[in-house]
């Protein structure tokens, strides 16, 4: 893995912004895989400070997240999809049909994994993603366990997990969905870069696991390792335990 560590968590949005805008420069078109979760706000932030001031347009780049909550509206005020809506596409000039999401109300759930699925593949697959990893070594919502899925699929999601998105429902942990959609191992695996990013102290043990460790599916992140082509952004404080 390509490891890059940066002072502060400032740095890391910056370094992922300049990114992800060189990448748009040398492909207009480019497809771009998107995760919501707090780690990335500051990027995405970065992303809407660098298009407001012309240093990058978006009106060619198609976008695919990485997962979505299960049995929730995507109006949902905790869906990920609003989340993505408030902290980055309402600021950047996206063409709201090239926005691509899990839709967690679809009457079949398997339908429209497989909907999404065949829709990444019709883009000519994806060209970055940009990944975060939960504290239980998770990526997407492809959870830590005994085995992984490699298709789009649904999940069971974890009660830390649960916990940790407790804020997205005003805080109420019992409000946050049981079940989530998520991109598989597989399909995160088939983007031709992937851009990690963490930060924080409590992000530090998951990153020495995925980083260091065996890889195992009791890790997901530590699969990682496998691809040839992960750039992973740190900063101090989550790169302490490497
Ligand atoms: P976070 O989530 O950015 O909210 O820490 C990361 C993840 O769970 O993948």
Redesign the pocket.
């Known amino acids: 893995m390509d490891i890059r560590v940066f002072e502060t968590d400032a740095e890391v949005a910056a370094a992922v912004a300049g990114r992800v805008a060189e990448a748009i420069r040398a492909r207009p078109t480019l497809v771009l895989g998107l ?7 500051a990027t995405y932030a970065e992303l809407r400070a660098r298009f407001a001031a012309g240093q990058v347009d978006f009106s060619h780049v198609t976008t695919f997240n990485i997962d979505e909550f299960a049995g929730i509206e995507p109006s949902h005020p905790g869906s990920f999809r609003q989340f993505m809506q408030v902290h980055f596409f309402s600021g950047v000039n996206i063409d709201p049909h090239r926005i691509h999401f899990l839709d967690g109300s679809a009457a079949d759930l398997e339908v429209e994994c497989d909907r999404y699925e065949k829709a990444i593949e019709n883009a000519g697959g994806i060209d970055l993603q940009l ?5 239980n070594g ?4 492809n959870e830590p366990g005994p085995a992984l899925v490699a298709r789009t699929h649904r999940v069971r999601l974890h009660a830390i ?1 649960r916990r ?2 407790a804020a997205l429902f005003s805080g109420d942990v019992s409000r946050v969905p049981r079940e989530a959609l998520t991109m598989g191992v597989g399909t995160i695996f088939r983007a031709r870069a992937i851009a990690v ?2 930060t ?1 102290q ?2 530090a043990a998951a990153v020495a696991r995925a980083v260091l460790g065996p890889i195992t599916t009791h890790v997901p992140a530590s699969l990682l390792q496998l691809h040839g082509r992960v750039e992973l952004y740190l900063d101090r404080a989550a790169a302490s335990r490497l």
């Open positions: 995760a919501a979760g707090g780690t990335p706000v990944l975060g990893i939960g504290t998770h990526i997407g919502f997990t940790e998105n990013v963490a924080g409590r992000k």
